[in-house]
């Protein structure tokens, strides 16, 4: 067992405890207060001085599909020979020797949600995984997380430079509905079939197959969509077919924050930090992620790394608390906010018992001390940093 003592804990599921500690056994948390009762022989770290909090998690990268350093050979985010893949899968792709995953460890990243580019209209699953292990398989915390669907200007850049299509906003939304028509068609007559209502079994279609959790509502499409009108297409096609939909990357939220809240869909914003590379980030700010936590809405900060080198999550909420983002608003949008969105919050994104002790001890605030360093790193209640 382990013992992580004299922290101030942050649980994210209630006020922080100042002396707070935390009780690791077999790599869950089995207790959090103070003044725990303890085995003996257990181990103990003093985290006097420190934040001990949850290990934090990305909601929206490419980590481990886009590897640094490589280059093209280590480019496994788009497969941009079709507009719609959604039969690919990020755990085919994701290198763990990525040396993006180790640096964000050392940051205090323990767990990020990954998956394919935004090239294509629909472009295959995330999946989530903890950013420690030498084998993607066992690494995994949930897979699949979510469909990957893109709107705006890279499906239309990268077809468009084809002569292929899409090459407007039009098309792009008429071949993901062209999709969606066939996957709730597909769906219905499996349906039927596993009902024994049709004696004749539906013909296999490996995309279509892949859909179906989306149809079913098990995971959400996760919607590539900065600019406020590609939002609200986004919108209305996940009501046409009534499905989950978190909106990613949401550059242009703070415009529309009102008409989100509306909405009540989460929304996961950045890469918030470099230059505006491409229109549809003239409006890129990282007062984004405040105004729409303050407007209600479930909000996480992402890196979209490598975009943004994932070990700069802390950095990236820190520059929004600046901007105006609520401390506690900015800590729950890189730790339990990613985690309810992608469905782990049962394993992750906050220190309670029964949940995975993936544990991160800041000497110092990483959100508002420059200075700060990470005195340690579990993952699994097993110190890796």
Same mark, same amino acid.
């Given at each position: 067992m382990l013992l992580i003592k004299n922290g101030t804990v942050k649980t994210m599921?209630? &006020?922080?405890?100042?002396g707070g500690e935390v009780l690791v056994d077999g790599g869950k948390i089995a207790a959090v207060g103070k003044n725990l009762p303890v085995p003996e022989g257990t181990e103990v770290f003093d985290a006097a001085g420190c934040i001990v909090a949850p290990g934090l998690i990305d909601g929206h990268c490419h980590i481990g599909l886009h590897e640094e350093i490589i280059g093209a050979v280590g480019l496994d985010i788009n497969e941009t020979t079709s507009p719609t893949t959604p039969q690919l899968r990020a755990i085919d792709a994701i290198n763990p020797m990525d040396e993006g995953l180790s640096e964000a460890l050392r940051a205090g990243v323990t767990c990020a949600v990954t998956g394919p580019g935004s090239a294509n209209v629909v472009g295959g699953t995330f999946c989530a995984i903890k950013l420690f292990g030498k084998r993607v398989d066992k690494m995994i915390v949930k897979d699949p997380v979510a469909m990957k669907a893109a709107f705006g200007e890279n499906p239309k850049r990268v077809y468009g430079s084809k002569q292929q299509t899409p090459v407007?906003?039009?098309?792009?939304?008429?071949? /993901?509905?062209? /999709?969606?028509?066939?996957?709730?068609?597909?769906?219905?007559?499996?349906?039927?079939?596993?009902?024994?209502?049709?004696?004749?079994? &539906?013909?296999?279609?490996?995309?279509?197959e892949a859909m179906r959790p989306v149809i079913r509502k098990e995971i959400p499409l996760k919607a590539h969509a900065h600019r406020a009108d590609d939002i609200f297409t986004a919108l209305r096609i996940a009501k046409e077919f009534d499905l989950d939909i978190t909106l990613d990357h949401c550059t242009d939220g703070s415009l529309i924050a009102d008409e989100l809240a509306e909405?009540?869909? &989460?929304?996961?914003?950045? &890469?918030s930090l470099g230059s505006k590379s491409k229109i549809e980030l003239a409006n890129k700010s990282f007062e984004t992620p405040g105004i729409l936590a303050r407007a209600g809405l479930?909000?996480? @900060? @992402?890196?979209?790394?490598p975009v943004i080198p994932l070990a700069h999550l802390p /950095?990236?909420?820190?520059l929004a608390v600046r901007a105006g983002m609520d401390e506690k608003d900015a800590w729950k949008a890189v730790t339990i906010n990613p985690a309810e969105i992608a469905g782990i919050a049962d394993r992750v994104g906050s220190l309670a018992p029964g949940k995975d002790a993936d544990i991160a001890v800041f000497r110092g605030n990483p959100l508002t001390d420059v200075g700060y360093q990470t005195a340690a790193v579990f993952?699994?209640?097993?110190r890796r940093v």
């Open positions: 599921e209630g &006020p922080d405890i100042l407007t906003r039009m098309a792009t939304a008429a071949i /993901l509905r062209a /999709l969606l028509y066939k996957a709730r068609d597909y769906e219905e007559k499996w349906a039927a079939y596993e009902r024994g209502e049709a004696e004749k079994k &539906p013909d296999f279609d490996l995309q279509l909405e009540g869909r &989460p929304v996961l914003v950045g &890469p479930k909000t996480a @900060i @992402i890196t979209d790394a /950095l990236c909420a820190g993952v699994d209640g097993v």
